[in-house]
């Protein structure tokens, strides 16, 4: 076994290789971009090394600078984690050449599966099962087009090299093909220096099942059951499952001998996954394979009780398989929730900022949280915007389902938009807990999934009030504390007058509403005063954040944040935003913004998609802003005309900046 390995990744993944890494003993390298040099992964490791700017292709892409980050530690191997280089021969190769143990594929096996296209081709020959499309190399727009025509639309036009959605298109009808092919070559190109596509039949209501396989030095072959990643918005995956619901063993059997004859046919050593479409009437085809540990592992772990980055660690330092399939078994059910910086009412948009507060759950042998920050840490605009991975664990899926539904409920997060909610309501929408699945799942529950906004509950403003009171008496108890005063009577703050009790009022707002609360002391609690009614509360119990609070003849268990003027009510699994209005402070409000339209984060412009002096109609698209590996297309808020472009293309923005000088009809 290895006595010290090299990290080359970031986030949540490596961190969670250091856990396992520390449990074997193994010492452990981190390197870092400039913007990760106080990231959570840097904090846990045994030593860690800046390896360049910010930017993904000058630090964390850049295989020279890992190598040498490996040769001046001393670091026998480097694991890849996910992304970035975990799926890169060259940098496979180079290792090898350097004396390195790359813990990963062969160099021959990344480079047989880097391209869809050979993929394909490869996996005819071993007689897995396809999609119909074309995997070939014509590339030119129109005979694609043509072949789109041939293959009978809907059609999907993927990326060749990558994965994660990007460069990936559903077309339904030919006149949105040549748009749909640009953006995805654009997209590609941008994300994994390839614009290469191909075009295959869009499968109608079809579930993603993938396959957990594990290959080792020795020649030996097995796959550790299924994956149900169905749940997916613009390709990407959202919740996952293990083992899929509604497999039968029938069924499993032969996924899974598919599976592991495609890693025969590569020469897998290591982890990998190979990922299907599945039919409603249990058909399947192969769509690809991965070479690489994926985000979604920790749900096969949940139900195998194996640790797979051990396993990684293992058959990389040339051990066999700690196990034959004859004995791997499913014990219970897993899911896995993403847990993203992004706000799914804005199109899913991605957030940045800093976390000025996150509270997963606690953690169990129910419950795991995987993540890469801690709170105070922030999201940057530089990388992919996930908080954490929250996995739950259960006797069968139902159980499973009712943890993730109170893991959700008990995750805070404050200071970035987030999908918590979101997830939330997908947990407990008809069709995921029917276990009625498919990559549409999103699309055809999006009344449920997202509902009109709803007003601020009267519950949630009554707690708010209460958190005030009792951050004002630990502000003043501070400054008592600092003056030796906590004993003198004229300090004492428990709103006692002569001829009655004291009230002090307190005006806060929500997104469309203010309200002002008279607070007066009543014994141990307190009387709060708002529209009109009265209702009687305290504090029993207060933890940072947790409270216990008694509403009338209710007691409730929640979490208020302050930060500055803004506090966030964290009541029956939701998140309620308000602040506190000074009404001595010059609001700033009512005064009138201008007519542009606003980087909605930091970017490059690739596209101009309208022109000066355009008349243009509401939701026309206008141009397109790459950020956070994605296309993100910024479209007219109403009728009127783009008067000028305040960007070029090719041009850095920063957010805010103004992109657009657009006039209303």
């Known amino acids: ?247 039968t063993a029938e069924r499993r059997a032969q996924m899974g001998q598919a599976a592991v004859d495609a890693a025969r046919a590569v020469g897998y050593v290591g982890s990998g996954t190979v990922e299907f479409i599945a039919n409603p009437d249990g058909g399947f085809y192969f769509m690809e394979m991965n070479t690489r540990l994926q985000v979604e592992h920790p749900v096969t772990e949940m139900i195998t009780g194996l640790d797979l980055v051990e396993w990684q660690l293992r058959v990389a330092s040339g051990e066999p398989l700690p196990l034959t399939q004859e004995e791997l078994g499913i014990n219970g059910h897993a899911l896995e929730a993403r847990i993203y910086a992004e706000d799914p009412d804005a199109g899913f948009l991605p957030s940045t900022g800093a976390l000025t507060h996150l509270s997963p759950p606690a953690a169990s042998a129910h419950v795991r949280v995987d993540t890469g920050v801690e709170q105070g840490d922030a999201i940057s605009p530089h990388y992919d915007p996930m908080i954490a991975k929250l996995i739950v664990w259960d006797r069968d899926r139902d159980g499973a389902l009712a943890r993730m539904r109170r893991a959700l409920a008990e995750f805070r997060v404050v200071g970035v938009a987030n999908n ?13 807990a029917g276990a009625d699945l498919d990559t549409a799942l999103i699309e055809r529950e999006e009344g449920h999934l997202f509902p009109p906004p709803a007003a601020t509950p009267r519950d949630a403003w009554l707690i708010a009030a209460l958190a005030e009171v009792a951050q004002a008496g630990d502000d003043l108890a501070a400054r008592l504390d600092a003056g030796d005063e906590r004993h003198n009577p004229w300090c004492v703050r428990d709103d006692w007058r002569l001829n009655g009790r004291g009230r002090r009022l307190l005006t806060l707002r929500d997104a469309d509403d203010e309200k002002t609360l008279a607070i ?18 305290g504090i029993t119990r207060r933890r940072g954040a ?14 208020v944040a302050l930060a500055g003027n803004r506090r966030d009510v964290f009541l029956d699994g939701r998140a309620w935003t308000l602040h506190r209005v000074d009404k001595l402070e010059a609001s700033g409000e009512g005064e009138e913004g201008g007519a542009g339209l606003l980087a909605p984060m930091p970017g490059k412009v690739i596209a101009l998609i309208a022109a000066a002096g355009d008349e243009v109609k509401k939701g026309d698209k206008l141009l397109v802003l790459e950020a956070m590996k994605m296309e993100h297309t910024i479209c007219a808020p109403a009728d009127g005309t783009v008067k000028a472009f305040l960007c070029s293309e090719g041009e850095q923005v920063t957010e805010g900046v103004e992109l657009v000088d657009f006039e209303h009809a």
């Open 420 to 432: 918590i909610a979101f997830l939330g309501r997908l947990v407990t929408s008809p069709a995921f």
């Open 1 to 247: 076994m290895f006595h010290k390995i090299l990290i080359a990744n970031r986030g949540e993944i490596a961190c969670r290789i250091i856990d396992t890494a520390r449990r074997l003993g193994i010492a452990t390298v981190a390197v870092y971009s400039e913007a990760d040099a106080g990231a959570r992964h840097v904090r846990l490791a045994d030593e860690a090394g800046l390896i360049g700017p910010a930017a993904a292709r000058e630090s964390y892409l850049v295989a020279e600078k890992i190598l040498a980050a490996a040769a001046a530690t001393g670091a026998e191997a480097i694991h890849p984690g996910y992304g970035f280089l975990s799926e890169n021969a060259a940098f496979a190769r180079a290792c090898a050449e350097a004396g390195v143990v790359f813990i990963g594929q062969p160099a021959k096996a990344i480079e047989a599966m880097g391209s869809k296209s050979a993929a394909k081709a490869l996996m005819e020959a071993a007689g897995v099962p396809l999609t119909p499309g074309y995997h070939g190399d014509e590339q030119d727009p129109e005979f694609l087009a043509a072949q789109a025509g041939e293959i009978g639309y809907p059609v999907l036009i993927k990326a060749s090299a990558g994965g994660g959605g990007k460069g990936m298109r559903r077309v339904d009808e030919p006149g949105a093909f040549a748009e749909a092919l640009a953006s995805c070559q654009r997209e590609a190109a941008g994300a994994f220096g390839d614009d290469h596509v191909l075009v295959e039949k869009f499968v109608l209501k079809p579930r993603h099942i993938e396959v957990q396989v594990f290959g080792d030095s020795h020649g030996n072959v097995v796959h550790l059951f299924e994956r149900d990643c169905s749940v997916q918005r613009r390709h990407q995956k959202v919740l996952e499952e293990a083992p899929a619901p509604g497999m």
């Open 520 to 537: 007066s002391a009543d014994g141990a609690a307190y009387r709060i005063e708002l529209d009109g009614e009265t209702t009687r509360g």
């Open 546 to 559: 947790d409270l216990t609070v008694v509403l009338g003849e209710t007691t409730r268990h929640v979490a």
